[in-house]
């Protein structure tokens, strides 16, 4: 505690489960300072992640998640930052954001097979060779999302469970939303016509 009944007194008061980059970046953004993240590692990001989850700073926690978004990479650097992503995965958010970032990266650089091929085995005896692999098989998602992005919405239920894409050709079914915008409106049923999204635990249908 810096302040109040129980402050603490100490001439230096020790911040722990960080680094010294991670707190000074916490501090610039209280202060509305402009961070540098050119000077900061991945892991500072994280250290970040934890700092605004354990101090209750909502907006700092937000402010991390769109770091990772457009966090700084070479080719020399995205499989080092793409691993410590997975490393620190209990922020969800935050790793998922960013080890999707690093893919985006490599889809704009890797434009052929060879180089995808090049790519892992300039990895392949090193202790980050799965995470090169993941990272190119994230590519070939990517590139289906782009060619099928229908197939790839995300519809959540009423209750915000993910909705799952269910393989057509089971027989009829409702859709349970009932909206104007609905594929299916006004019949509100489909045979092997319409995409079928299902939450099962509330048995919940939307097209």
């Known amino acids: 505690q810096f302040y ?3 402050k603490d007194t100490k001439d230096v008061i020790p911040i722990k489960e960080t680094t ?7 501090i610039e953004f209280i202060y509305e300072v402009e961070i540098n993240w050119e000077t900061k590692s991945a892991v500072d990001l994280f250290y970040l992640a934890n700092m605004a ?3 209750l700073i909502e907006e700092m926690g937000e402010y991390v998640k769109k770091i990772s978004e457009t966090f700084p990479l070479t080719m020399e650097t995205v499989v080092e930052i793409a691993a410590t992503a997975e490393e620190f ?10 080890f999707l970032h690093c893919a985006k990266f490599l889809k704009s650089q890797l434009t052929r097979v060879s180089s995808c091929l090049t ?18 098989a994230k590519l070939d998602q990517l590139s289906q999302q782009q060619q099928h ?17 269910v393989v057509q050709g089971r027989g009829r079914w409702r859709c349970n939303s009932n909206l104007y915008g609905c ?3 006004p019949q509100y049923y489909s ?15 939307n097209c």
């Open 53 to 55: 989850s354990k101090y």
């Open 183 to 185: 594929n299916c409106y």
């Open 119 to 136: 790519f892992v085995a300039r990895y392949s005896d090193t202790d980050m060779m799965a995470t090169a692999v993941k990272l190119v």
């Open 20 to 26: 010294k980059e991670a707190f000074d970046a916490m």
């Open 89 to 98: 995965c209990q922020f969800e958010e935050t790793s998922t954001a960013l």
């Open 149 to 165: 992005p229908t197939e790839y919405k995300v519809k959540k239920c009423p209750a915000g469970h993910l909705l799952i894409r």
């Open 191 to 205: 045979y092997e016509t319409v995409d079928r999204y299902r939450c099962n635990s509330c048995d919940f249908d």
């Open 4 to 6: 109040g009944r129980s």
